[in-house]
């Protein structure tokens, strides 16, 4: 193909790149969301769905964890379907930190389907995926790395568009006034994720994705040196192609400065041991303590930078130790295992 996967898929659904997509997606969303004359949060995005040919209530399916959206030719419509262990609209007894947590795993899952919405383009007088339409018409390998490289982009992409969705940067920015103005490294930055979760009715993962999204666009500010890591644990196969219980990175947070360049966040799924020998120890303790909180004294940490080179083109990555001190805290999720926030303050 004459483009790259990625640029032929953007100039597909009429956009430049990514950030121009998920803004434009945002964008048009809020603006039906403020014109229906709803309180600011929780936004509640069913209520405007049938205004982008989605209908209102999704569709439920049996199997816990799945969901699509897909075009009802005969309907007219696409129609969002979910996967759910109860009801959310029955008056099933469950515990209610169960029902709780479910409420709020749809409220996510249905907002990154409504995102895919907007990954279809018109084709004639029905719908057709985007993806589907670039890798058309490839044969074989070619086909299926173009589906390779394109799922996961779009999987990032709606994950993103859902958080911005049901944390809205104006209100977050209010919220974040209310914590004094930043989020401070040396803060309870636990009780203000579990806080801002409650108020937006969304998960912690959730409000903490649109903590990091909204940081790396400035639109709130960061504590000086700030640096936060979730953790938990995964069975994502490892370069041995076996299954391994491992703690891996999720929703890494950073705001430091270095005179050597760019500090980089760690890649979402690394092993917490790529940070360093002491971090993982430390973690792997906590998993099984029955504390479920503690303090972190000064220890080392690894991180990438990357530094231009003398032609600013150029650059490169180089391992540099930090000095991390802060705190852990565990939360347990419906039939997950532990998860754990880390945070704290990182000098170069």
Partial sequence: MALSPSRAYFSA???????????????????AWSGYGCRPVPVRLNKIAPH????ALPRSISSHGEASINFDQQAGEFVISLGSRCNVDSR???PLWQGDFERR?????????LAHRFCFVGENSSWL?????IARGLQG???????????????????????????????????????GGKVDPCGDFFSLVTV??????????????????ASERGVIELGRNFFSVVVHESDRKGRSRSPRWLPRVMFPIVGVASQLGTVLPPFPGMAVSGLGSEIAELINKSTTSDKGCGSIGSIPLILKVRQLQKVETQSREILVDFRFHGWWRTWSQQERRRTILVWGQLEP
């Fill in 13 to 31: 659904l009429g956009c430049a790149g990514r950030n121009d997509f998920e803004s434009r997606v945002v964008d048009l969303v809020q603006r």
């Fill in 52 to 55: 982008f040919q989605v209908r």
């Fill in 92 to 94: 099933k007894q469950i």
């Fill in 105 to 113: 795993r749809l409220r996510f899952t249905y907002a990154h389907e």
């Fill in 129 to 133: 995926r985007a993806i589907h339409l």
């Fill in 141 to 179: 390998t070619e086909r299926s790395r173009v589906v390779r490289i394109l799922g996961p982009l779009e999987e990032a992409i709606c994950n993103t568009v859902a958080s911005r969705l049901l944390v809205p940067d104006l209100y977050l920015q209010e919220f974040i006034g209310r914590w």
């Fill in 196 to 213: 801002g979760a409650h108020d937006f009715e969304v998960s912690r993962e959730c409000f903490l994705g649109a903590i990091k999204d």
